[in-house]
């Protein structure tokens, strides 16, 4: 646009203090164990969730699934399921948590335990998925690098290739093995 003297007038701008988009829950991982300790001996079960800014990690605790368990296995009771369908309904116990925790807000489920921790998104620089066969055992294995830490878990509830797929959907392309 030009003013009355020829001269270029600017377009009027939008409001460039406008806020970020709120925080919300992208995906979940469940079932993650995170190595702590000497030899790992410190090892605790987490559900990863995966938000549009950070990753969180949410205890899970023997009591969250005490509750769960109780209430899949009373389900699959009040449906005429025997001893081996209530065992079977109890099982799917680590991703009913983590249906739990994608339908909560993120400030919440750090709330939930003291131990909760969150990593930005912005600070991840590579991670690292495979899978490690040994002679009778196999297992799951994540490691997240970040520009201060690195975190080494193992992946109990989900494949590798569902956990890769998983950080994919959520945008997470960076530096994924």
Not at 59 to 78: G, P, V, W
Not at 108 to 116: F, I, S, V, W
Not at 162 to 170: E, K, V, Y
Request: one cysteine or more; glycine letters at 8%.
């Amino acid at each position: 646009m030009l003013d009355g003297r020829g001269r270029s007038q600017g377009v009027p701008m939008s409001n460039p203090m406008s806020t970020p988009p709120a925080e919300y829950v992208q995906a979940t991982i469940p079932g993650a164990t995170v190595k702590a300790g000497p030899l790992g001996l410190n090892a605790r079960l987490h559900t990863i969730v995966i938000t549009n800014y950070r990753l969180l990690f949410v205890r899970s605790t023997t009591a969250d699934f005490r509750r769960i368990a109780a209430e899949l296995k009373q389900q699959a009771r009040d449906a005429g399921k025997g001893r081996i369908g209530q065992w079977g309904a109890q099982q799917r116990a680590q991703h009913v948590l983590a249906q739990e925790c994608a339908a909560m807000a993120p400030a919440d489920l750090l709330a939930k335990h003291p131990k909760n921790f969150a990593i930005d998104r912005a600070t991840v620089t590579k991670l690292k998925l495979k899978r490690v066969e040994n002679y009778e055992t196999s297992e799951n294995r994540l490691s997240i690098k970040t520009t201060g830490k690195n975190y080494k878990l193992l992946l109990n509830g989900i494949s590798v290739a569902d956990a890769r797929q998983t950080f994919l959907n959520a945008g997470l392309k960076q530096g994924l093995l």
